[in-house]
């Protein structure tokens, strides 16, 4: 056989073998602050598959309205004390819920004292870890001095992502990692500010939080540097919990408390709108934004806290705990479902 076939088979063969390897999982080489870059060929592939990693729940999400009809398909008691639920997470073969025990609440001062509106208060903040039918199998205490609210959490395929902040506005943040096999807990980095939520969006490597009330974001390498941040530019909800939605986008839950009519209690009785959004990370703007009315056992709106949404083409599936442990039936949680056409 001539040489230059040989060269010509030897190429086609190594062409091959890239590709097969970059579409079975992209090589991210890290850099020296942390971030990551892909690779010139996975970032071709990635372009030319955008669509098809556009998965099935931001394309069906996208398709929600009011007139979707949701139905409450499963009830999973949990039966050990929960406390203030906060955010939860799904893997193959364990949920994982974050909570906060308050022991002594904040209380509001008549005006704010050292940039603060209230007092630090103290709690504990728990990470429990369940087997899928809510047997806990773990309770990992997660924050340090006046850092102990755990807010919502995100599964990026290895790592649980928790954010642990003050209970008051305008205060700090710890970033936790928690492997999700072997329950290894590292602290990645502090912030300033409380971070209520967070995602990992895996096109950039970067860690992406919303503050008290989801009224900002903060996007920041894994070493705590922060790139960018900007407005929500929704003010429908304030997000509680969120998941990172390939590509690029984040989908949110969440709550607001608004006032009732007067002969409904008024001021002082709050009506609880609840609602879930979806956003992209790249444009920052918000793709589609839906309301949502379902209630639980205690009486409060499904969106309340923990969320989770998974996709199986046309039909949507919603796990949600809005009940705290010392509530009614205690926490629940609660699976949704829709077909949306």
């Given at each position: ?16 073998v890239l590709a097969g ?175 209520g939520g967070i995602v ?142």
């Open positions: 056989m001539s040489i230059p076939r040989i060269q010509g088979i030897l190429t086609t063969a190594a062409t091959l390897s970059t579409i079975a999982g992209a090589f991210v080489s890290p850099q020296a602050d942390g971030s990551s870059q892909a690779t010139a060929s996975n970032q071709a592939v990635r372009a030319t598959n955008h669509h098809t990693a556009d998965t099935a729940l931001a394309d069906t999400f996208a398709r929600v309205d009011r007139s979707t009809v949701w139905e409450q398909t499963g009830k999973l008691k949990l039966d050990f004390p929960t406390f203030h639920t906060e955010g939860i997470a799904f893997t193959e073969d364990r949920i994982f819920l974050s909570s906060v025990e308050i022991t002594e609440p904040t209380v509001k001062y008549p005006t704010p004292q050292d940039g603060y509106d209230r007092t630090a208060g103290k709690g504990v903040g728990h990470l429990f870890v369940m087997d899928k039918q809510g047997n806990l199998q773990q309770d990992i205490i997660l924050g340090e001095g006046d850092m102990y609210h755990p807010g919502g959490i995100d599964f990026d395929g290895t790592n649980v992502w928790v954010p642990v902040s003050q209970y008051r506005p305008n205060s700090s943040t710890l970033i936790y990692k928690v492997n999700a096999e072997t329950l290894d807990v590292q602290k990645q980095f502090e912030v300033k500010d409380h971070f990992m969006d895996k096109q950039t490597g970067h860690l992406v939080g919303n503050t008290w009330g989801s009224r900002r974001f903060a996007e920041w390498n894994l070493h705590g540097k922060e790139l960018a941040s900007w407005e929500n530019p929704n003010n429908f909800i304030d997000y509680q919990d969120c998941q990172y939605v390939p590509n690029s986008k984040m989908l949110c839950s969440g709550i607001a408390n608004l006032p009732q009519t007067p002969s409904a209690g008024g001021t002082e009785a709050k009506y609880e709108l609840g609602g879930i959004a979806l956003t992209d990370l790249k444009t920052r703007t918000v793709i589609r934004d839906i309301p949502f009315q379902q209630w639980s056992s205690a009486g409060h709106v499904a969106t309340r806290n923990p969320f989770k949404m998974t996709a199986d083409g046309d039909r949507l599936t919603m796990k949600v705990a809005p009940d705290d442990g010392d509530e009614v039936n205690g926490t629940e949680i609660l699976t949704y479902e829709a077909t949306v056409k």
